[in-house]
């Protein structure tokens, strides 16, 4: 018997998967924008001088990279109800995507402000800037110039580990097409055409991020 | 059935974690050995073989996990391949961890100076040799930190075959929240083994690193 295969149920349903690919956008990119927001923010408390304050911040880091996402959004998905935070199974995943990918974007983060000068700092503090000039502007962008491309790469990461999200039924791509195979039984058809489209949505924020590379940090180092 | 989270409960997570392990060793065997052949077929001087690389690493690099056990899962079983469930998985991550292992790899023998080769060649060896003897060992010493900490992900990746249906940690964490509904307790204590088992490995490869890099100094 030999395999029949039956694409004309993927055809049908591609305007469905084809706004999964949008919910799989948005789910990331939301995601990314607060994993972003808790790299730089975790990279002042991971410098704390208050030890407490490290302390906490290093604990994050150590937890969010040695256990499974798909156990940190269940742990989120039961937990924040329970801390009467209600929020929907899609906002769920965005938290759970910001805090994972927070955790790994505060070491990149930190990696990239640790190789900027130290002179750097004091020649900003030096020429009149506040502290929080000097951070934005002479240590956060030369460090996030240079450590874009692990960034990035970590961001392309948490949007195929959005496909996790399908778990607590979050609307993204997985779940549309759990829900296609489903009413179909066409899983391999299925699933081996939205393979297919994460490969071309990492390929479109992969050309994505190195335009704003070439934007952002197109400024001479010497 | 509606029990409380006890003994009985935390051996069957338990035995879920003893699948855990064995599906990450399986993994890591097979990625390894597969790793190797994609490591070498990416440096290899034919320009064919390290596109056809190239393309495997970019293909498992760039789509999600979940996507790769399923297709294969489903795929076997449209070429009427009847596997059980753990061999299904494991195929699917021998081949997952193969395209990073390779990357890894790749990137290590690429790391050791040109010279390296050269002064093999110059002294008659061939490739098999050249391989066996002088780059491999060096290469394979310079990947230690990041195998190790691919290792990490590789474990944490196995959680994905609950998804599928294979009764490992994850899935067993779940069986146990749905029986004793208490899910917070129980993925609690799912994360803290893991957390057991990865956090070594992550120490380790750190402190390999801040080795090689103390070395490099």
């Known amino acids: ?222 | 059935m509606n029990q409380t989270f006890g003994l009985p409960e935390f051996g069957f997570l338990l035995g879920g974690l003893k699948w855990t392990v064995l599906l990450s060793l399986l993994a890591f065997a097979g990625g390894g050995a597969v790793g190797m052949l994609v490591a070498l077929a990416r440096t290899a001087e034919s320009a064919l073989l390290r596109r056809l690389a190239i393309g495997y690493i970019a293909v498992f690099q760039g789509t999600p996990l979940l996507m790769q056990l399923f297709v294969v899962y489903y795929g076997l079983g449209l070429v009427g391949i009847q596997l059980p469930a753990w061999a299904a998985v494991a195929i699917g991550f021998t081949l997952n961890a193969s395209a990073f292992l390779g990357d890894i790899w790749r990137g290590a023998i690429q790391a050791l100076p040109r010279g390296q080769t050269e002064a093999a060649q110059a002294l008659g060896l061939h490739y098999r040799a050249r391989m066996r003897d002088i780059i491999l060992p060096q290469a394979l010493r310079i990947a230690q930190p990041a195998t190790v900490g691919y290792l990490v992900q590789l474990i944490k990746g196995t959680s994905l075959a609950a998804i599928v249906g294979f009764i490992e940690l994850a899935r067993a964490g779940q069986i146990v929240s749905n029986t004793t509904f208490e899910p917070i307790l129980v993925f609690g204590v799912v994360g803290a083994i893991y957390f057991v088992l990865c956090w070594p490995l992550s120490l380790y490869s750190a402190r390999l690193e801040a080795r090689f890099a103390a070395a490099m100094r």
């Open chain 1, 1 to 222: 018997m030999g395999p029949k295969l039956d694409f004309s149920v993927v055809f049908d349903a591609l305007p469905a998967l084809l706004w999964g690919c949008v919910g799989t956008f948005q789910l990331a990119l939301s995601g990314m924008a607060l994993a972003l927001a808790i790299g730089i923010g975790g990279v002042l408390t991971r410098n704390s001088r208050r030890a407490p304050v490290r302390l906490a911040t290093i604990t994050f880091i150590e937890i969010i990279r040695n256990t499974p996402f798909l156990v940190q959004i269940f742990f989120l998905f039961f937990a924040l109800p329970g801390l009467g935070v209600k929020l929907d199974p899609t906002q769920t995943a965005i938290l759970a995507l910001g805090l994972n990918g927070g955790a790994y974007a505060i070491e990149i983060i930190r990696g990239g402000v640790q190789s900027i000068p130290k002179g750097q700092t004091e020649a900003g503090l030096a020429l009149g800037l506040h502290k929080g000039q000097v951070f934005r502007l002479i240590i956060l962008t030369p460090a996030l110039r240079a450590i874009f491309p692990a960034l990035t790469g970590q961001f392309i990461m948490l949007t195929l580990t959005s496909s996790i999200c399908s778990s607590v039924a979050a609307y993204e791509l997985t779940s549309v097409a759990q829900r296609i195979e489903s009413d179909t039984f066409r899983s391999f058809e299925v699933y081996f055409t939205i393979t297919g489209m994460y490969l071309a949505m990492s390929w479109i924020l992969m050309v994505g991020f190195a335009a704003i590379a070439r934007r952002q940090f197109n400024y001479p180092t010497r």
